[in-house]
């Protein structure tokens, strides 16, 4: 088969040659249809053993590839809930498989969480890389069965591949507990994550979801997805917080920070003193921080700041029975398709 393999920290991919793989007894064969290229690729595969080398990345040459669908080829010996022809997305998160996190269920809480095909996130990562080798990049790669998700007929291969992000913005609104009616503001509205996060907080029924960005025609676009919920807000108009606070009365249940690691932490403590008491502040961005917490004000207020890493299996299928219910609506999502040879 042909898989597109980096042999060298800040060089090209390279198209190679190599065997398709056997799949484990608990593993599947996946004939990869679509794999999104992450905005972050770039400075995963350039900057990251210098900029994070607490986070691993896999022994070169390897293949890379996050958030991939396609269709079930061959099956191990030991499954049983999937068939070739089955149409799947693959939840590229691993963990180790034997400790407590991962008999739970809470696999990105295991110290060798590893994403397949991008970066691991402990010393145990190399392992889970050895095991796992084969990404999106490649025609073909394996995973383990508990990794995968049904797709219902009416999600394409390519909006599949947006789970990544869309699932992320999934779990943190989950831990934030957001119920219909209450309202929430995301801190970077006008990005991948943050477009998602608007999707979903209209989904989950917020009554005012306030989308905070520096794109204002982005923010046209997103008021236009529900002019009576969606407020937007430009970072650059004002004080960010005393805007929200002028729509949004005592302030919003739920703040959702979805800004980059190269953006300016002070835009989130801005954006979080918009959180009314009892509230929930969601991490999922990785702003460079740190940020600053006053103890005294967040006992008194009640409040919370969360940290949420990518979602679990479970949370993906939810997601993809949302869309097949109509309840998560993706149709706003462009997809620009482009060849293996081009990557």
Known sequence: ????????????????????????????????????????????????????PFLPLPEL?????????????????????????????????IGCGECRWCREGETPRCQAYTFMGYFGFGPGSQQVFKRYPYAGYGQYMTAHGNNLVRLPECLSFALATRFGYLGTAYSAIRKAALRPSQSVLILGASGTLGVGATLLALAFGAARVVVV??????????????????????????????????????????????????????????????????????QIGGVAGPIPIDPHPFMCAQLQYIGSLWFTTAEAEEMARMVESGILDLSLLESHAYPLERL
């Open 61 to 93: 040459p390897a293949i890379f590839g996050l958030d991939s669908a396609g269709t079930v080829a061959a099956v191990g010996s030991a499954v049983t809930v999937f068939k070739p022809g089955d149409r799947v997305y693959v939840n590229p998160g």
């Open 213 to 282: 960005a520096r794109d204002a025609d982005a923010l046209k676009r997103l008021k236009a997805l529900d002019p009576g919920r969606v407020v937007p807000v430009l970072i650059g108009d004002g004080v960010i917080h005393e805007q929200v606070l002028a729509q949004v009365p005592g302030g919003v249940d739920v703040m959702l920070d979805t800004l980059g690691a190269k953006a300016p932490a002070h835009l989130s403590v801005d954006a979080m003193q918009a959180v009314g008491r009892g509230g929930r502040i969601v």
């Open 1 to 52: 088969m042909q898989a597109a393999r980096l042999h060298e920290i800040g060089g090209r991919f390279i198209v190679d040659h190599i065997p398709v793989p056997t799949p484990g007894p608990h593993d599947v064969l996946i004939k990869v249809a679509a794999s999104g290229i992450i905005p972050n690729l770039k400075n995963v595969t350039t900057h990251f053993p210098e900029w994070y």
